[in-house]
Nanobody
């Protein structure tokens, strides 16, 4: 069982930055691929970014490429999402998730087993 707790969300003006963190409870954190997803009201959950178990490979949703960066600190059991040049359309609840997949970088919700409760990000225009 892996418990995930997100933090760092909040209200920011367009063009600003936020850094989300996700702390994992598992001692085997380094064996999980990690992902960030988001869901806006009335929309489906979409992938934002994902990173493989070693941190050597990352992938991003098309809408955030070049603006967001995912990273992980296995010693701290934490995954981060640095969000720059934020836009109002980035407003959503952001979720951290853990996947047991050891091949590739999982990019769909069905590939993830554990989920955090989410943190709200609101970008004002």
């Amino acid at each position: 069982q892996v418990q995930l707790v997100e933090s760092g969300g909040g209200l920011v003006q367009a063009g600003g930055s936020l850094r989300l963190s996700c702390a994992a409870s598992s001692r085997s954190f380094s064996s999980y691929a990690m992902g960030w997803f988001r869901q806006a009201p009335g929309k489906e959950r979409e992938v934002v970014a994902a990173i493989n178990w070693s941190g050597g490979n990352t992938n991003y949703g098309d809408s955030v490429k070049g603006r967001f960066t995912i990273s992980r600190g296995n010693a701290k059991n934490t995954v981060y999402l640095q969000m720059n040049s934020l836009k109002p359309e980035d407003t959503a609840v952001y979720y951290c998730a853990a996947s047991r997949l050891r091949v590739g970088v999982p990019m769909t919700p069905s590939e993830y087993t554990y989920w955090g409760q989410g943190t709200q990000v609101t970008v004002s225009s």
